[in-house]
């Protein structure tokens, strides 16, 4: 019964009879290799006893593979063994560490040229931005042994037979507090007595000796030895278009290049601000505040310096080069940046909603001018009857529709003189009134920054 059940599962399983006998073949290997090496059944170590090593010898070949060293007493290592060893990690530990190669080592980039965002200038930029690193420094001060700011500068100037250089950068460099309110209301202060280094693009550092301050436009120049040419920058005349692209340049603590893509637009100025700067727009993710930036040129996208950067944000600003050609020709003809102080704050009405520019058109045919949006107490402006809400159309009967035009009108008839009085003539049109005078203000020429004080009606 057993051999027909035996015989009835034989019909039942079919048998793939070549894997049988390659199975009977592997079993039969196995067992002629254990029958000729009896130890690899009975010793789990008898692979490490197989290969004998001469912990003697002087053939790096020789040594054991660490991985085999488990359970293996050390002692039994011999003393030359144990000496080659220790002066191998001895000669690892005093060897010269590897030699950094400028040309290939990985750059981790600090712009975002590399992003499909700038692909339609990477290349004009990236011309444009290494034209201008040339004439572009890195400025640190410090004030009793302690830092005081890190900031950015350019050179602006080269006198051959003193072999001086003269550079621009912000005022802020050694600011030492800052307006607690708003600019227009002063308190700002200056430690002129600071210590200025130049870090020169050579790798050598040079003294700054501070010449001059101008704090209304937040600027300094520095006087600086150096014993070679420099490159000089040129600062375009004109001032840049709304919406130009522009970079935002300055240098780190090690001297890296810093750049900042953005657009240039024009806004009116908040009550906090000066009348004279032109703002940046940046996309998403560029232009993050860096103090290193302060003072760095900003260029167009040929390399000519469109401005100097005086709030390094995405949505930050700089003076335009219109105002900073202008400072440059008054300090080199009277060593000294003066502007007469009107006691106004102003806005642009060409910025103001379209819509709204129409209304005013609509009601008192007027389209362009300056709205005055305060008025300093006591002041001749004041006398003269100039209220908030009045417009300016002239100076010195030149039309005027921008406070940055203002700035510039103002600089270029009025140099020379210092804490003179000068009479400016001034064509406004009153809105409660609705009516046009011609006002003839006598304003203060200061170096100082402006300040306006509230009259006794603004609580």
Not at 21 to 38: L, Q, Y
Not at 57 to 83: H, I, K, M
């Amino acid at each position: 019964a057993a051999a027909a059940r035996l015989q009835e599962g034989r019909r039942l399983i079919p048998i793939d009879r070549g894997k049988k006998m390659g199975a009977d073949v592997e079993r039969s290997s196995n067992k002629r290799t254990m029958a000729a090496d009896p130890t690899s059944r009975d010793d789990p170590l008898a692979k490490k006893k197989k290969k004998v090593v001469d912990l003697g010898s002087d053939s790096d070949e020789d040594l054991p593979d660490p991985s085999q060293w488990a359970g293996v007493n050390p002692d039994s290592f011999g003393d030359d063994y144990l000496a080659k060893m220790e002066k191998a990690r001895l000669d690892e530990e005093s060897a010269p560490r590897p030699v950094k190669i400028a040309t290939l080592d990985y750059y981790k980039p600090a712009t975002r040229f590399h992003t499909i965002e700038l692909f339609p200038v990477r290349r004009s930029g990236s011309k444009a931005v290494l034209l201008a690193a040339k004439f572009l420094l890195g400025i640190p001060s410090s004030l009793d042994g302690e830092p005081l700011r890190r900031c950015s500068g350019f050179w602006v100037d080269w006198v051959e037979e003193k072999k001086t250089g003269l550079v621009l950068t912000t005022a802020r460099l050694i600011r030492t507090k800052d307006a607690p309110y708003s600019v227009w209301s002063g308190g700002e202060e200056y430690a002129t007595d600071a210590d200025v280094t130049v870090h020169l693009l050579n790798g050598t550092s040079a003294k700054g000796q501070l010449v001059y301050l101008q704090p209304h436009y937040d600027l300094a120049f520095l006087s600086v030895q150096v014993d070679q040419p420099i490159n000089l920058p040129s600062l375009n005349e004109k001032d840049v278009e709304f919406a130009q692209e522009v970079f935002r340049l300055g240098r780190d603590n090690s001297l890296n290049l810093r750049i900042t893509y953005a657009r240039a637009e024009y806004l009116n100025p908040t009550m906090f601000e000066r009348h004279h700067n032109v703002y940046f727009r940046s996309p998403d993710g560029h232009g993050d505040d860096n103090e290193f930036d302060y003072g760095g040129p900003v260029i167009d996208l040929c390399g000519e310096v469109v401005g100097m950067v005086n709030d390094p944000k995405r949505f930050g600003s700089f003076v335009p080069s219109s105002i900073l050609l202008n400072c440059l020709d008054s300090w080199k003809k009277y060593q000294h940046i003066a502007r007469p102080h009107l006691g106004m704050m102003f806005k642009d009405i060409k910025l103001l909603e379209p819509a709204h520019v129409d209304m005013l058109w609509r009601k008192f045919n007027i389209d362009d001018g300056l709205i005055v949006q305060e008025v300093s107490g006591g002041s001749p402006a004041e006398k003269f009857g100039i209220q908030e809400g009045d417009i300016i159309e002239s100076f010195s009967g030149k039309p005027v529709s921008s406070t940055i035009e203002l700035e510039n009108t103002l600089m270029s008839i009025y140099k020379g003189t210092l804490d003179a009085e000068v009479r400016i003539s001034v064509g406004v049109f009153h809105t409660l009134k609705e009516q046009r005078s011609t006002v003839d203000l006598t304003a203060k020429l200061s170096e100082l920054g402006e300040v306006i004080t509230r009259g006794p009606t603004d609580s």
